[in-house]
């Protein structure tokens, strides 16, 4: 199964007395490096499994579930090494949080664009109404206007208009009935001991970084 490596990253500056080069070894706490090295090595390992977490959301199901395998070795290949499991585990969560901060304001960018096109929607509405009195005041018998880049062309349709819902007799009236599960009562009767066939109490355990 594959293991999670780094990505190689360029090397910052080095200061006069300058350290031997690494040659590329995988990320991990257990080296003994210096502050920068040991940043260096988190900032890696962050870009790696960023890159996997892209992987996730692709569209060929072996490629998801290689991404997956290969974060899940990552994690159990530290085992036996708490220092470096932490590690791992840690940039994930930086990972996560990136992820989920970035959904949120992608969610915000995604609201104000609705509103901008509801609202320009709203303008061409109104100006395409505009135009359409003033032309008919013209020509009232006019069915279609030509104009040198543009044609506005009309039809004609019919729509029933409801002024008074209660004046219709049940004739005229469609019934829609729905059910659901109600959900609330069914869990108190399952913890009070009752057993009601086709459904199951099941326990989950929620997570949250903080």
């Known amino acids: 199964m594959p293991v999670l490596t780094s990505i190689a990253v360029a090397p910052a500056i080095a200061p006069a007395a300058s350290a031997p080069e690494s040659s590329g070894p995988a990320c991990s706490l257990q080296r003994s490096g210096s502050l920068w090295q040991l940043g260096i090595e988190a900032q890696e390992l962050t ?3 960023g890159q996997l977490a892209e992987q ?11 991404a997956l395998a290969e974060l899940e ?8 090494n708490k220092a470096a499991l932490a590690a791992k585990a840690d940039a994930t969560c930086w990972v996560i949080e990136h992820l989920r901060g970035q959904a949120a304001y992608r ?3 995604a609201k104000r ?11 061409a509405d109104a100006l395409e109404e505009s135009l359409v009195l003033v032309l008919t005041r013209l020509q009232p018998q006019a069915t279609r ?14 729509a029933v208009e409801i002024d008074d819902e209660q004046a219709l007799a049940p004739e005229w009236l469609t019934v829609k009935t729905t059910t659901q599960p109600d959900k609330a009562a069914i869990k108190q009767a399952l913890k ?3 057993q009601i066939p086709g459904v199951q109490l099941l326990s989950h355990r929620s997570w949250r970084i903080t």
């Open 47 to 49: 870009t790696a499994i």
């Open 56 to 66: 996730l959301e692709a569209d060929e199901p072996e490629q998801r579930s290689s």
């Open 73 to 80: 070795a990552a994690l159990l290949a530290e085992e036996g």
């Open 107 to 109: 969610q915000q960018q």
């Open 113 to 123: 664009l609705t509103e901008l096109s509801r609202s320009d929607a709203g303008r």
């Open 145 to 158: 206007f030509s104009f040198p880049n543009h044609e506005l062309t009309s039809r004609r349709s019919q």
């Open 192 to 194: 009070a001991g009752h």
